[in-house]
């Protein structure tokens, strides 16, 4: 396991380019190590947050970003 290569697989599992091999690679990361899942768990929710900012508000506004 090569931890160093956490930041490039979590990249490619938030822009959905997962391999099957670097899914694999992926899932045992996260398995076997409490650093690896705390990291995902901080990017994945960072992730949501950035994606919930970038939504249109109810008035159609595609140009506001909302809270």
């Known amino acids: 396991m090569n931890i160093d290569k ?12 997962l391999n099957s091999t670097s ?8 398995i076997k190590s409490p650093t690896a899942r705390k990291t995902f768990w901080q990017h994945t929710n ?9 939504r249109p508000t109810a008035t159609g506004d595609a140009h506001r970003f909302t809270a």
Do not use: S
């Open 6 to 17: 956490l930041p490039h697989l979590l990249g490619l599992y938030l822009d959905e380019g």
């Open 46 to 54: 960072i992730h949501a947050m950035l994606r919930q900012l970038h």
């Open 23 to 30: 899914k694999q690679e992926l899932e045992e990361m996260l």
